[in-house]
T-cell receptor, first 114, second 113 residues
Framework: DAGVIQSPRHEVTEMGQEVTLRCKPI?????LFWYRQTMMRGLELLIY????????DSGMPEDRFSAKMPNASFSTLKIQPSEPRDSAVYFC????????????FGQGTRLTVV | GDSVTQMEGPVTLSEEAFLTINCTYT??????LFWYVQYPGEGLQLLLK?????DKGSNKGFEATYRKETTSFHLEKGSVQVSDSAVYFC????????????FGQGTTLQVKP
């Protein structure tokens, strides 16, 4: 398996534009996590899914953020409209089963909103 | 809710020095505990883990022991190398089976030759 694959690796967009980040988890994993990393706030859990169902989205900062997992091999994180304070590195990770095994991270998407 | 607290960085050491990065947690029940490492420009990768009290996780010369009585999982290495320079994250998965993977804020380690 090629590991967790995220795209794009880098995204520069203008304020107000829609941004879609993509993630392909490792085949067979039933948990998928979206994190945001910034210098100020560290690594924040935004949302996670189990068997394609969102379990906890309490970390999603605002209604401008939404995430979907239409099937076991694909997830998206969308920001609409984007703002400069959304600039960060966004990571996707997948794990399980069983639950206490290693989580594998993608390389991340570096988002810059200007 | 569950949480993880790490010592603040950055930590700067000379090569071959002893390393300790403190980590404490708050959780109900018996979480599984992890240390992840992030090298510049990369995603996080698992360094070691422990799934029950008194377990010791170890890898690449790093060790951490799951201490339930002090709710701690401190990371140690006897002799650090320049190549150990990275950001280290302590993490837990709740034992309540919700699957929530929670990280501490990360500690930057810089090792100088």
């Amino acid at each position: 398996d090629a590991g967790v694959i995220q795209s794009p690796r880098h995204e520069v967009t203008e304020m107000g534009q829609e941004v879609t980040l993509r993630c392909k988890p490792i085949s067979g994993h039933d948990y998928l996590f979206w994190y945001r990393q910034t210098m100020m706030r560290g690594l924040e859990l935004l949302i996670y899914f189990n068997n394609n169902v969102p379990i906890d989205d309490s970390g999603m900062p605002e209604d401008r953020f939404s995430a979907k997992m239409p099937n076991a091999s694909f997830s998206t994180l969308k920001i609409q409209p984007s703002e400069p304070r959304d600039s960060a590195v966004y990571f996707c990770a997948s794990t399980g089963p069983p639950l206490n095994t290693e989580a594998f991270f993608g390389q991340g998407t570096r988002l810059t909103v200007v | 809710g569950d949480s993880v607290t790490q010592m603040e960085g950055p930590v700067t050491l000379s090569e071959e020095a002893f390393l300790t990065i403190n980590c404490t947690y708050t959780a109900t029940g018996y979480p599984s505990l992890f240390w992840y490492v992030q090298y510049p420009g990369e995603g996080l990768q698992l360094l070691l883990k422990a799934t029950k009290a008194d377990d010791k996780g170890s890898n690449k010369g790093f060790e951490a022991t799951y201490r339930k009585e002090t709710t701690s999982f401190h990371l140690e290495k006897g002799s650090v190398q320049v190549s150990d320079s990275a950001v280290y994250f302590c993490a837990l998965i709740s034992s309540s089976n919700t699957g929530k993977l929670i990280f501490g804020q990360g500690t930057t380690l810089q090792v100088k030759p």
